[in-house]
């Protein structure tokens, strides 16, 4: 089953795992014409790079991409674009003691009862290694949504642990390491993660994230609704358990009369909604939040069973992120871009010759 | 683009509107063989039914479903299953008053915006009424469910407005018109619900489902994970803005020495995944969470805009439920469904062979 | 599986059998706007209509279309629309001797071995009577093409047995019950299905068709061309055995020099490709023909199995065409109606800015 | 849109252009266990691979394919399969002169008016050399048919220009550089492509596939057809003009007392349908047939417009085949295997547990 692909009209499918020779993915339905490039690539992907600050992993990997079709001339063709990105620093001896046991909150076990046999080397195509070919492939989205739409999308850090993170300056969230939007409470995260690191142990995180310049009429009216879609897309991230839309959890304790949005002349008078109305774009800011457990690669011992069933301890060694919400950001944008970009697209199949009497009330 | 379709490999396809003559599905996929009939059908749309209750819309409708094809001599064929309920109680005239306006929370504006004109007889293919026909989909699901994979699905009401509810005794769930399981608080549900309506106010909830029975490998590891097809569909229900699986948002605050849950041959010590490895189902409950929004058609008037971008009040009338939220339980339960069996013929797709040498620590 | 789904952007979905209550389809992704009628569909349904000449099958079914969604104030709001059309003179007694064993030719056998049992009156989902539902999708996408596109598609009879008929006045096939474009023949048409009848046998028969008016850059390179999905749609048709785009089998035979259609500023010089290149179209009239195996059921005896494998004898009775390429021209209208309705959407969501440098050679 | 993925179950996406630097295919859904190296593929891509013998074009390339992903310890994990193959022997600069013109029975123009603007450099996207990353898919079915499902895919070369060529002897396919079955037509075959290339023509060709070993049940009664889909697959290969199931053209001229397969109890009493029966095998052997147009490059001058649309001439140089059907057979048997692995996995979704009272009447 087409597991490894997302989107409709514009669709990304992606191979690859921790410690194999390379990760990729095919981008189809490209509009052509868009001027693409390799840097322009690049640039996102250094944005999630491993390495980069002690608060991360320290496996070190160039991420370099390759676009392997789809480019001519500087300008994409219309046809499949293939990109390309090597693995160059997995070190698979790591993994030789969890060869034969399961780590808890790792994909291990669930994966051996699927398959029968797993790839326990970084956890194979359950590692957030994976990542890279989304991000990649979100590069695309971006460029075209940039230039083409108008639309521009950008996350920050919402909550580490117990430390919830405001969206006071979104343009600074990516002048530090931790995507953080909220400068004042920078020494603090790191008080919070040194300390973490000293524990052998992770926390979770929340990250944020916002699309401006959405044109209303973005999704359709009863599943593929534009929110379900990018609640699929987010949680389909590494150690996603949570999605929300504008207010989210909040509004299970809200009244109408204060959620509804109202709408003047000017534009809607709050946005509790977060940018979708019955599931499509209503041109407001759109806004996502997306919640990641905690790291289970951690050094605390814990209990688990081997592949035989009888009882173990394990202890995680290995490269691993205390935080795997730090580096979210560029994934959950990735996600967002490629949900945007597959509704622009699917819209216009639909509805490109539609006038609608109605001014737009936002811009 | 095929936006009212849900599934792959067993999947649903829905039409219908609030006030047109009739709603259906068609469901793709069903193994054959299945003794299916009407009325197995028909006891879950009597759960989702309006007018058994003074806290719901006072709209009448019987919701009687016919078996249009699919099935033969009681058994399902394996063809395509058309499924049929005629709308009976539309009362077009109610809205008259909102042909030209558009009600702040509603899908209206969006509506209008994407397709240039819009059915604003009860919000047309936006309005709650259109679940009808999941849930009907949702009822062959769980026919099968239980009766070839021994997996049963139960929703209950775990938030209303301020008021958290518990799941104390699940069975009690299908026994009040509210889905509690927290038989201690239905006064207190009574007396909120009677003041809601007292201030022509609603109120948001959160609806908790439990699908029991789930065997450890169900779903794919990189974007089509069981998590992220859950998100999707429970997203895609009217009113819905946050997905949960497991501990959800709560994950954020935690460590990874808390979160992870340790596995011993016994099972596993602790459940906050919610069942769920890596997207892949672990055997465990599998537990997710949907936060509503409070109804928006309220009768505290509110500041809108005409067709012609004017400002304009609105006063909403027409029959609605002061909390959507209460008769969400037997969508959510559907929603569920739906994708368990999408993912229990995708698994045997791919993986029918598979012989994994790790016994099942769950049962 | 979505098995009874066919297209990508505009999506049609069916269900119903030849003896069950009601047939009908699901039509989805149409654009909003167009002024669609019950009559726009039943011109489209009279023509593929039974019992309307003697040399077609005498069930009488009047084949009333109801629009039960996706139409508001007389034009499609861009929501599902949902078709219905009642059977009413199926005759299940027809059907008791064939019950238990198989009739040759029919999908009886592998019904039987894929789900294990069958719907055995008329065929259920394997007769031709479904194909009523794709005719009322098919024309949905006629009104459309029509008038936003221009596109108009007319197929003729191009052989009947041995007779093979000529392209010589396609206006006129419309005029006749055998949708014959070679007038003189009319005559001949006569005295050789009257001899079948005689002969308690039937004929083959082949079906050409032709669309005009069809832009240039419909389809897509590599799997999803424009003949790749005209080839799949024709063949899903019951009874056809054979698609040819152009020249088709005729091509295996040509030289490059006499098959290429070389280009001049007025046009191409030749229409040997039929309308495509490289799987795209070009401009040209869009040509196909779609051969069609002779009924099955036939007076004549036949050695078969019955269910349990035994020897058996059988002769068909029922109601049944001796040669249903007669009735077919207007379902393979309706196919190709279908498949270009989808790549007209979805050539609009890539390719929507594409202003190319270069004129039309053809209009 | 997903115009480069192919499968439901099992899905191939591709991307590669014949002079960009690398193709390769994402293979999706294949089931775990499977033992899979880069030998088993690289034999089938022996089977197409140009410069082997005079009659194909002489570029060199060595189509070594390299497995990224989805295989740990020799075996497939059930997750995506990246397939990699080099271009080496790109010479772009053959093709300067065509950079402004379009060459007949081409996609250039096509492609042009679609796109805007294309890749020029040995037709990108839509030359034959894309057919290598099928290839390679194919390959990973053809293990898996072989070796879990008993069921074995051969073609051959039936007819070339004016000569029809007889499956006398299908084994002998594989020796000799045509795929010719019919031993003593070689010294024709040879005469005929050396008048061919002294004439600087090409010419179309026939190939022929056969499937033994497929049970009865695979594929869908509406449009998901086993027959539907091989047509589909089998048009969206280069050059292809027609698909035939079984006895294919010919049954337009045949009587159904001619065309039924009878049924014994040790067997269908003949194959006229070619193996579907109502869109789903019988058992019997699978046979198609797929018309090729001659090349289009040839040194025959011929008329054409350049992307300003004036009037211009055109001699096709560069390396080509003269006749592409003689490389056409492994290509075939890719596209039938990828569409009989996706069909077994389907089948396997919806019906495992069928057990039919019927016993198998084909072995």
Redesign the interface.
Not at 28 to 33: A, N, R, V
Not at 276 to 283: E, P
């Given at each position: 089953?087409?597991?490894?692909?997302?989107?409709?009209?514009f669709?990304v499918?992606?191979?690859?795992?921790s410690h194999?020779?390379?990760?990729?993915a095919?981008v189809?339905?490209?509009?052509?014409?868009l001027e693409l490039s390799e840097e322009d690539i690049q640039a996102d992907l250094e944005l999630r790079r491993t390495g980069t600050s002690r608060h991360t992993s320290q496996r070190q990997e160039p991420d370099r991409v390759?676009i392997?079709?789809?480019v001519?001339e500087g300008?994409t063709?219309?046809?499949?674009?293939?990109l390309?990105i090597d693995n160059v620093d997995a070190r698979s001896r790591d993994y030789d003691t969890i060869k034969d046991r399961?780590r808890?909150?790792?994909?291990?076990?669930?994966?051996?009862?699927?398959?029968?046999?797993?790839?326990y080397?970084g956890?194979?195509?359950?590692s957030a290694r994976?990542t890279v070919a989304t991000v990649a492939a979100g590069a695309v989205a971006r460029k075209y949504l940039r230039e083409?739409s108008g639309i521009e999308v950008t996350g920050w850090l919402s909550?580490?642990?117990?430390h919830r993170l405001g969206c006071v300056d979104l343009a600074s969230a990516r002048g530090n390491p931790f995507f953080c939007a909220d400068p004042d409470k920078l020494p603090l995260l790191e008080d919070f993660l040194r300390q973490?690191r000293r524990d052998g142990?992770?926390?979770?995180?929340?990250v944020s994230v916002c699309a401006r310049g959405v044109?209303?009429?973005?999704?359709?009216?009863?599943?593929?609704?534009l929110?379900?879609?990018?609640?699929?897309?987010?949680?389909?991230i590494?150690a996603?358990?949570?999605?929300?839309?504008?207010?989210?959890?909040?509004?299970?304790?809200?009244?109408?009369?204060?959620?509804?949005?109202?709408?003047?002349?000017t534009g809607f008078?709050s946005n509790?909604?977060?940018g979708?109305?019955?599931?499509?774009?209503?041109?407001q800011d759109l806004i996502a939040h997306v919640?990641?457990?905690?790291?289970?690669?951690?050094q605390?011992p814990?209990?688990?069973?081997d592949?035989?069933?009888?009882?173990a301890e394990i202890v995680t060694t290995g490269r691993h992120d205390p935080c795997v919400?730090l580096r979210a950001v560029p994934i959950v944008e990735a996600m967002l871009l490629i949900v945007l970009m597959d509704h622009v697209?699917?819209?216009?199949?639909?509805?490109?010759?539609?006038?609608?009497?109605?001014?737009?009330?936002t811009r």
């Open positions: 089953m087409s597991g490894n692909t997302i989107g409709r009209s669709c499918t992606t191979f690859g795992e194999g020779p390379a990760l990729g095919i189809d339905g490209c509009p052509p014409g390759r392997l079709s789809g001519f300008r063709t219309g046809t499949a674009i293939g390309h399961f808890p909150g790792h994909a291990d076990y669930a994966y051996q009862q699927k398959y029968g046999f797993r790839d080397r956890g194979g195509r359950s994976i083409k909550q580490v642990g117990p973490l142990d992770s926390a979770g995180a929340r044109p209303p009429g973005l999704g359709e009216p009863m599943f593929d609704r929110d379900a879609d990018i609640a699929f897309a987010m949680m389909g590494n996603a358990k949570a999605v929300e839309i504008g207010d989210g959890v909040e509004v299970a304790g809200q009244r109408g009369s204060e959620h509804r949005d109202e709408l003047l002349p008078a509790h909604s977060g979708t109305l019955g599931g499509i774009s209503s041109g919640s990641f457990k905690p790291t289970s690669s951690i605390v814990g209990r688990t069973v592949v035989e069933g009888a009882p919400g697209l699917r819209h216009r199949a639909q509805c490109a010759d539609v006038d609608s009497p109605t001014p737009l009330i």
